[in-house]
């Protein structure tokens, strides 16, 4: 069965950091990859997506994410976090039929 | 541009009531439209989804439903609620282009049922 992993259900980094958001998926074949950020209270707020092509993605916000199809990942990354990125990331595949969400992970950023 | 709303932003109803939220999205013509149900701040539960007028799919049982009269809007609807339907209700819409789907999200409506 296709499904989404993100092992990480909290991380708190300092302000300036780098960043690191871990994804796996489960799927026969190469899917569709999305990252979301929802802040509290909002809605999701698409960040990046994956369809085709460079493997590396560069999304809103300063964010990028590389799919690796060895490793069944799609990681979001950033170089130095803002304390404006505290919020619930959600990692979500489209296998052509159904969209498939992780659990999401919540941000924390410290001064 | 696209654009999707949601109303009521928060509600709160009794137990026993019933319920109707509704979601329109502009800017877009035949957008596939989702329900989802956001507990306790986690994942997100798909609930309904629409791939035109009329056709509703059910993905969970239980006591809600949902209508598309209009090409763009999409009701969940309660005929009488239940404390356990208390969460953040979040609509979506998207557009396929050559098998590429991409969903974008409403603003949320927060429910709580006392």
């Known amino acids: 069965a296709q499904s989404v992993t993100q092992p990480d259900i909290h991380i708190t980094v300092s302000e300036g950091a780098s960043l690191e958001l871990r994804c796996n998926y489960s799927?026969?074949?190469?899917?569709?990859l999305f990252w979301y950020v929802q802040s509290p209270g909002q809605g999701l707020q698409l960040l990046l997506k994956?369809?085709?092509?460079?493997?590396l993605v560069q999304g809103i916000k300063g964010f990028e994410a590389e799919f690796k199809r060895s490793q069944s990942s799609f990681n979001l990354r950033k170089p130095s976090v803002h304390w404006s990125d505290a919020a619930e990331y959600f990692c979500?595949?489209?296998?052509?039929?159904?969209?498939?969400f992780g659990t999401g992970t919540s941000l924390t950023v410290i001064p | 541009s696209q654009t999707i709303h949601q109303w009521p932003a928060t509600l709160v109803q009794p137990v026993g009531s019933p319920l109707s939220l509704e979601c329109t999205v502009e800017?877009?013509?035949?957008?596939?439209l989702y329900w989802y149900r956001q507990a306790a701040g986690r994942g997100l539960q798909l609930l309904f989804y629409?791939?035109?007028?009329?056709?509703i799919s059910s993905e969970v049982p239980q006591n809600l439903s949902a209508s598309r009269p209009q090409d763009r809007q999409f009701i969940l609807s309660s005929k009488k609620l239940l404390l356990s339907d208390s969460g953040f209700y979040l609509c979506?819409?998207?557009?396929?282009?050559?098998?590429?789907?991409?969903?974008?999200f409403g603003p949320g409506t927060r429910l709580l049922v006392l």
């Open positions: 979506a819409w998207s557009v396929e282009t050559g098998g590429r789907e991409t969903q974008y």
């Open positions: 799927y026969g074949a190469t899917p569709y």
């Open positions: 994956y369809f085709s092509g460079d493997t």
């Open positions: 979500a595949v489209n296998t052509g039929n159904q969209f498939y």
């Open positions: 800017g877009t013509s035949n957008p596939n």
């Open positions: 629409s791939v035109g007028i009329g056709q």
